[in-house]
């Protein structure tokens, strides 16, 4: 079964210090993973994608970086403002099928002042 | 504005009464879903329509009823409301047929549905 395991489950960091998100999947073929920001009371917005063949990839100040061998990835954001205080989810989608993407349950970034 | 957009934003009603939710999108996609979000927080697919034709649909209540009447639309009706319905839907849109790899979900800000 397809699954999606992301950690922490919450986290509470100061204004201006860096974190990283984790995400590990079980989906198999893999086709992309992509990194989605859910505010709070608003729908999921795309931030990064990264297919099997990518290591790495940045959305200012988001980076997000995926080892296709060991099934994990990572959201690391720098410089954390106010406005990053929200659930970071992360979505595999598989090759073949009907392609439905698999949703990890989200990790809660709270940034404090 | 360019978006996905959904009403009711929050509905409230009891156990066996039967509820719309509507959605609309201006971007142009081909392709709309429903999606539920728990209180676990998991996104869960429902429906998927491409064109108006349902392209999934994921063992669903048939109590849940999705009607496209074009392509820039997407509406679920939900019949005899049960408490376990309570939670968040999110309607979304993207480009092609299906999940696409280059096109993200465009998500609407939800409907939080209450059954007491």
């Known amino acids: 079964k397809n699954q999606v395991e992301q950690s922490p489950q919450s986290l509470i960091i100061l204004e201006g210090k860096n974190c990283t998100l984790q995400?590990?999947?079980?989906?198999?073929?893999?086709?992309?993973l992509r990194w989605y920001k859910q505010d709070t009371g608003r729908g999921p917005v795309s931030l990064t994608i990264m297919t099997f063949s990518e290591n790495t990839k940045s959305n200012g100040r988001y980076t997000a970086t995926l080892d296709a061998d060991t099934k994990q990835s990572s959201l690391h954001i720098t410089a954390s403002q106010l406005s990053d205080s929200a659930s970071y989810i992360c979505?595999?989608?598989?090759?073949?099928?009907?392609?439905?993407?698999?949703f990890g349950r989200g990790t809660s970034l709270i940034v404090h002042p | 504005d360019t978006a996905v957009s959904q009403t009711p934003k929050y509905l409230v009603t009891q156990m066996g009464n039967d509820k719309s939710i509507k959605c609309e999108q201006n971007?142009?996609?081909?392709?709309m879903y429903w999606y539920k979000q728990d209180s676990k927080k998991f996104l869960k697919i429902m429906f998927s329509?491409?064109?108006?034709?349902?392209?999934i649909n994921e063992t669903v209540p048939n109590r849940f009823s999705p009607k496209s009447p074009d392509k820039a639309h997407l509406n679920l009706h939900i019949n005899s409301l049960e408490l376990g319905d309570s939670a968040v839907y999110f309607c979304?849109?993207?480009?092609?047929?299906?999940?696409?790899?280059?096109?993200?979900?465009?998500f609407g800000n939800g409907t939080r549905l209450t059954v007491t």
């Open positions: 995400c590990n999947y079980t989906v198999s073929p893999f086709s992309n």
């Open positions: 979505v595999v989608t598989p090759r073949g099928g009907s392609y439905i993407p698999t």
């Open positions: 971007l142009g996609h081909d392709t």
């Open positions: 979304a849109s993207s480009q092609g047929v299906g999940f696409t790899y280059n096109s993200p979900l465009h």
């Open positions: 329509y491409n064109n108006k034709e349902l392209i």
